[in-house]
């Protein structure tokens, strides 16, 4: 296939994904954004800046280097661009990052806290907690947000030792959560996952205060019935 | 009619059960999976395992022997089907068996909590508290995780004395609920049913923290209106 | 118009209400009746029992007389006809009942407790608490039980000198609500403002455990710009 | 364009901002109201009160001078009108207003308190806290309702110190928000957001009653990457 048609998919791809995500109740307005990268072209393609979504078309997808830069007039990108880049930097099996403020996921942001892993529809997703990040210093914010927003994310996977593609999903301290995936497809899955643990999480810590996480053996059961060579979760 | 009429009768209730718990809401993604059994032709027809429910069709339902072997080619059965058939070999009068993750019941999973039979729209359907089962040990989920989920359901049941058509539900601790019915349709109704008790009882344990238990009086009465010789609720 | 001309209105919006409960959320599967009666012709109209609505046709509605005797071969009546009956012969401006299991005045009743006025959303409609009757009896379910949930209704508004029409609904102590109006229309409009306010009140009473009631000078602004001689809401 | 060219395109947006409401969750039976002003022209078009949205026409709009005076025969205006009238005389750089009951705005309003910032998706809309106005005095409510709530919102902002259009929005004691701005569309985006952070702020005070409000740096940097001379989202 030649450049222009796989960038073509891309973008269809980007398109629609975009489009999945309000229709999965995560995106109100013009608040999200994904994107999709093809390391051997050097290309990544992201929904552009606060288009609304009943008029956007495939063709306005963005088209930019894997620095960022821009490879054609058109419109703006994502202000987001910047943090896409730097996770696919250091995320080099990501494919795919997205970025909403879906509202459960949102309210973990805001409190500053990690969502716990409390039960098998989180351990089917994620490999543990879903790690929220520490707070941007003032240096940071004024300096280049978008681009530190993705390097405390990373700071945060590396401090940890995190496997980001054990756990897609990152909360930023204040603003919200991303999400990425080996595809599109799993990244917008992933992005569904994270806001209904995150309410379900919510829910418990309402009703039982000191909840229990899943103990670690059922977390590895569902979490390697759905991953890894021992995978036996849906079809070949 | 012949063999093959009625398991395509059966698919077709399946694949329709399958499609109306989405459509409900209490399945995202491809998280839950409904099955019917015949014993009479030894069969039971389940969905399968992770196919998403836009392009899933009648046909790729699983037919399999009442041990859960594979009776054709096809694809894999949903990985739940083991405790489907251990639910069918000890509830005789069971013949739909039906997982979701739907949020509310999945809550009171996380927590280890049975769901308190709080009002009349919990006693129209179950005749008491949810129950909610144990943990599993480590042994149990490394031997057969899918089977001894069905154990310790029938476990809890036998436990405690409860007669699953009289309580057509259970949360499993840690997981989420599981339900059943005498038919499919009335298995769907129970999962309906069940996140929204679920639902209304955790607002009530929040406003009213030592909320009271609907009487035993009006349990009865509100059952027994509807389930058994002296039902008067609904039409002949 | 001719008794059957009337009788035909009445069943096609008797109908019509019916279906307007789950479209606006308050009921699932079964779980509701919506009622009217035309003193004059000696008739009330009401849903039948249990009928499932996908299938439910306008000429499904079950007519009976004043005292609930059907006027006619044909489906069983809503098992809740008699709190329908009792609420026509005590409360003489009514025209039209509703009972649904809205999942937030349900709460309200399981909790056992008035649903407050804290606000005008409450005020526009409700002119003071939503009252909750008293607990049933052991006697009093097992006589008449349909009957005796209409005559605590009632008991309620006498005993608390509460005017049926300035006050159009009420939460039956471990079960749920009951409304009216003077027409079927504003019936219907009751139930969906009853259980936007009792969500409301229940996260008032979450975030602010003593949160004020309205003051009742704006009390009477609100619910006298709307109802009776000096209102000026609305066209003429 | 003439003088009635521009009002017929006034009562398109009119009648059109008034539909969006309940599709965005934000208004349930005839709750709501939005308007706009053209002060060159003197011409406010607003919508009428109590007209059932299934059946209201963009030629319904109410069309008043600035003072609130019908300018034709019709339809009366929202009975909300004079609130409109005062917020277009003091905050003269707003062109819409829209009042809504949201349910979660609503809650703040009925608990009286601000609607903090506790993240970016509040400071992308509104710079700072979301005030809550003092209650009415007995005297105001019962000599001019309508225009005194106008008032009120006025003294918050003015006693305040706040710019009506850094924050879009207020919400009156025991009653429910107004929104405004430049333009309508712009006012439809505030509803939906204000009802939004409403939500994530009570989620966040239950969970963390201690929260911390977000950083002032991080309220600037998101304000100002959307708003004035400095702002990079969307497209030029």
New interface residues.
Partial sequence: MNREAIIQGMKERVFAANLALPEAGLV????GNASEINRELGVIVIK????PYKTMKAADMVVTDLAGNLLAEG??SS?DLPTHVVLYQHFEKVNAVIHT?S??A??W?????DIPA????HA?TFYGAVPCTR??T?AE??RA?EMETGKVIVETFNDRQLDPLAIPAVIVR???PFTWGETLAKAV?NS??LD?VA??????????PH??T??Q??LD?HYF?KHGPGA?????
């Fill in positions: 109100k307005l013009t608040w552009p800046s606060g288009v419109l703006n202000s403020h509202k459960h949102v309210m942001a805001q409190a500053g806290r409390y039960g098998t529809t089917d707070q941007l003032v914010v004024e947000y204040g603003h919200g899955d569904i996952v209904e309410e379900m999480a919510y829910m418990n810590e309402i009703i039982q909840c229990e899943i103990p053996y059922l059961k019935r036996y979760y849906g079809q070949k």
